[in-house]
């Protein structure tokens, strides 16, 4: 019994090490989204922090500046989201396709 509880804890500590390895390449990764047909594009690194907002100037009609307003939010949120879908994709191969119990993030 002793011998299986030192794999498990062996096999967790090397998971800790992969999801630390994993949460300093996703801040270091961009992810971009544009919307409006390139009016509005916005990366965001995989920590989901706004890294740049780019507007395409010919897109800018101070009568509409809420349609702007919207495209700048759209844009975010699909930037955002495609970070969250690499992370979780990434998650999933770190952990074998195991789900965490509700409430646990990892790392520890």
């Known amino acids: ?49 706004v890294k740049s907002v780019s507007i395409n100037p010919a897109s800018v009609d101070a009568n509409e500046i809420d ?14 989201q495609n970070a969250e879908a690499e992370m979780a994709a990434r998650m999933k191969d770190i952990t074998g396709g195991l789900p965490l119990p509700p409430g646990m993030n990892l790392p520890f």
């Open 67 to 80: 349609v702007l307003e919207d495209m700048i939010c759209l844009a975010t949120n699909n930037a955002k």
């Open 1 to 49: 019994m002793m011998r299986n509880m030192a794999g498990m804890m062996k096999k967790v500590q090397e998971m800790k090490g992969r999801m630390e390895a994993l949460q300093s390449e996703m801040e270091q990764a961009s992810f971009a989204a544009s919307v409006g047909g390139d009016s509005v594009i916005v990366t965001v690194n995989g920590k989901g922090f």
